[in-house]
């Protein structure tokens, strides 16, 4: 099973490009979530989605687009690269919305990462 | 801001031994979960705990909650060498967004 793939792997960029990330699920899940990870800041939620169609900003939106026209796809972009988006990004999948007591488990899927650089 | 801070940083112990890791929140929770990250990985997702919930247990790990004093405790019995990774608590706040809020981890060294 693939589970959460991302593409490209690893991308270095110049100040002022832009790119998207991919992110792909194989597991039918309602939610998707883009996180970035900086050394002793753990991760933060950039934009998530909670059904095709749909999106949410997070904890650090700026600087960041995303899209979710399919299910199993959520795509984050950045229109004009900073040296401040040099970060590892992670996106994740979850089956349902993060659960009330009772509820469903809320585990998140993770990918392997995209390591992105600015210079 | 980070909800979770985990405590110590950085661990490092002998293989066989037993591993605790801390985690303390600030605002009432939902659910609190663990996830493992190995070097260069995605994270993996280890144990979720209820805030009704007191301890739970899931192979050689186990988790306990103290919702009174906003903390959580993580518990590797037995260590192995292929134990060593980043752990990290994550929690839902019952106010404002259903969204998961990850500490900064704990990077636990098992040598072997």
């Known amino acids: 099973n693939a589970g959460v793939t991302q593409t490209p792997k690893f991308r270095v960029l110049k100040t002022g490009q832009s790119m998207t990330l991919l992110c792909a699920q194989d597991?039918?899940?309602?939610?998707m979530y883009w996180y970035r990870q900086d050394p002793g800041m753990g991760l933060r939620l950039i934009h998530y989605?909670?059904?095709?169609?749909?999106?949410a900003k997070g904890e650090v939106p700026d600087g960041y687009n995303v899209s979710r026209l399919k299910k199993q796809n959520f795509l984050l972009g950045l229109e004009s690269a900073a040296p401040s988006q040099t970060s590892v990004y992670f996106c994740?999948?979850?089956?349902?919305?993060?659960?009330?007591?009772?509820?469903?488990?809320?585990?998140?899927?993770f990918g392997e990462g995209s390591r992105l650089t600015v210079l | 801001s980070q909800q979770g801070e985990e405590d110590p940083q950085a661990l490092s112990i002998q293989e066989g031994e037993n591993a605790t890791m801390n985690c303390s929140y600030k605002?009432?929770?939902?659910?609190l979960q663990w996830y493992r990250q190995n070097s260069g990985r995605g994270l993996v997702h280890l144990i979720l705990?209820?805030?009704?919930?007191r301890e739970k247990h899931s192979g050689r790990l186990r988790v306990t909650l103290d919702t009174s004093k906003k903390s959580s405790s993580l518990l590797i019995t037995a260590s192995r060498a292929a134990d060593t990774a980043s752990y990290f608590c994550?929690?839902?706040?019952?106010?404002?967004?259903?969204?998961?809020?990850f500490g900064q981890g704990t990077r636990l060294t098992i040598n072997p």
């Open positions: 605002t009432s929770i939902n659910n």
């Open positions: 994550a929690t839902v706040p019952i106010q404002g967004a259903q969204k998961l809020v």
């Open positions: 989605s909670v059904g095709e169609g749909t999106t």
């Open positions: 994740a999948s979850s089956y349902d919305r993060l659960p009330s007591v009772g509820r469903s488990t809320g585990e998140l899927f």
């Open positions: 705990i209820r805030s009704n919930e």
């Open positions: 597991m039918n899940h309602e939610y």
